[in-house]
């Protein structure tokens, strides 16, 4: 049954995302993603993860003012109000798609997909840090791991995305996330084996570790692989937070060739770049063959380890975090039609700066990409308590720092 309230913030979603700023919002993108420097840099704002209601949006959207206490409405809601908060708020050059996604019903829990069950001890209060409690402790675990498979539950499945279009009217389409698996074999061994125990391995046993990190890459491309088979993937999942709006092959939506890949090794940070190039980058190779275009992300610093990263098979976007020296990255990466995607500080931008220091990190780090296609983001927040208007700011700011 059609809930009003939804079916209007619906109708106000589609307003929005056939607006006329839609429009001319896109083509930036699309000639980043063709290695090509736009008009002007596109600057985007995304406060977290896309499908997530976390400590940033409740600041932002308050639980308070939400109509829906519970249920798939309230999933709704929240989606829907946030595309409408951010195109309200955040004038920047992100794409707002009207399409609102349901999750798939969870057959086997993600923590028990490789046989061996990842475990984790959790705080009490909300927010706090977790421990993993990785499972693999000797070599004979190694050999209990097993290969996942894609499982869903069609039936449970069809009738949520039955129920979600009732409550919408139909007014915006509503798609199926049935992702289950990361494109990371690293964080897996992480949770599996353990950060420090894997990084005595590295050293101390170097066979363990590249079956361990083969077997995950063959899990993950088996999952992926058999998703597409049961025309589950969607190439629209790839671009909920990094790359907001690209062109795909027109009826190939559903392949992996055509869609984007989120690349990422973030816990293997500590490693060399010599030990980064035998351990990772091989396994990141062979998942990056599946798709169309391959989206590097890595809030550490990767300016040692771009030698390696740069030899991904179809590149197209690279994460340059505050931390990574964009003199280093420009020069590995001119020529081969990727785009920078340029993080400013957050915790600066939030808690340190006021506008000056805002524009002078933007001018400086736009300055610095020379010729090479770039975005300006604001990304992976944590918290905004006490910076209240900052997001904003940074926005104005940004977008006419772009227009330089």
């Known amino acids: 049954m059609a809930e009003k309230l939804l079916v209007d913030l619906a109708d106000e979603v589609n307003e929005l995302a056939s607006s006329a700023e839609m429009e001319r919002r ?15 840099p596109p600057v985007k704002c995304c406060p977290f993860m896309a499908g997530h209601y976390d400590l940033v949006w409740r600041r932002l959207i308050p639980q308070e003012s939400l109509h829906f206490r519970n249920g798939l409405a309230r999933h709704l809601e929240i989606q829907l109000r946030k595309k409408i908060y951010k195109f309200r708020y955040m004038r920047d050059d992100d794409v707002i798609r009207p399409t609102v996604w349901v999750f798939a ?11 061996l069950k990842i475990r984790r001890r959790r705080p009490e209060e909300e927010g706090g840090a977790y421990k993993e409690l990785p499972p693999i402790r000797e070599d004979a675990d190694l050999d209990r791991l097993i290969l996942p498979h894609f499982q869903q539950d069609d039936k ?16 915006v389409p509503v798609k199926l996330y049935t992702r289950q698996i990361g494109y990371s074999p690293y964080e897996y061994a992480v949770l599996l084996r353990g950060a420090e125990p894997l990084l005595f391995d590295l050293y101390d046993r170097p066979a363990f570790v590249h ?52 690349l990422s090794a973030q816990s293997a940070a500590p490693l060399g770049p010599g030990m980064y190039a035998e351990f ?5 190779a062979r998942i990056a063959e599946l798709f169309r275009k391959v989206y590097y992300h890595g809030c ?44 400013a500080h957050p915790t600066n931008v939030l808690f340190v700066w006021g506008p000056d220091g805002i524009r002078a990190e933007a001018r400086r780090r736009m300055d610095q ?23 904003e700011m940074w926005c104005d700011i940004c977008m006419e720092e772009s227009l330089r």
């Open 26 to 40: 896109k083509p930036l993108w699309v000639k980043l993603f063709r290695g090509e420097r736009p008009e002007k």
């Open 105 to 115: 019903k969870e057959v086997t829990p993600r923590d028990d997909l490789w046989g």
């Open 156 to 171: 449970a499945d069809a009738a949520t995305l039955q129920e979600a279009r009732d409550l919408v009217d139909g007014r």
């Open 211 to 262: 079956r361990l990190m083969s077997l995950l890459a063959d899990g993950i491309i088996q999952v992926e692989t058999e998703r597409e088979t049961a025309n589950a993937f969607d190439v629209e999942e790839t671009t909920l937070l990094h790359q907001p709006w690209d062109e795909f092959p027109p009826g190939k939506e559903h392949l992996l060739s055509s869609a984007w890949a989120y």
């Open 280 to 284: 990772v980058q091989p396994y990141n």
């Open 300 to 343: 550490e610093d990767l300016g040692e380890k771009v030698n390696s990263i740069r030899e991904l098979p179809k590149l197209r976007h690279f994460h340059v975090s505050p931390w990574t020296d964009l003199r280093e990255v420009v020069p590995a990466l001119r020529g081969r039609n990727v785009a920078l995607e340029v993080h």
């Open 369 to 391: 990409t020379e010729e090479l296609p770039f975005d300006y983001v604001l990304c992976d927040l944590q918290t905004i308590e006490g910076a209240d208007g900052k997001l």
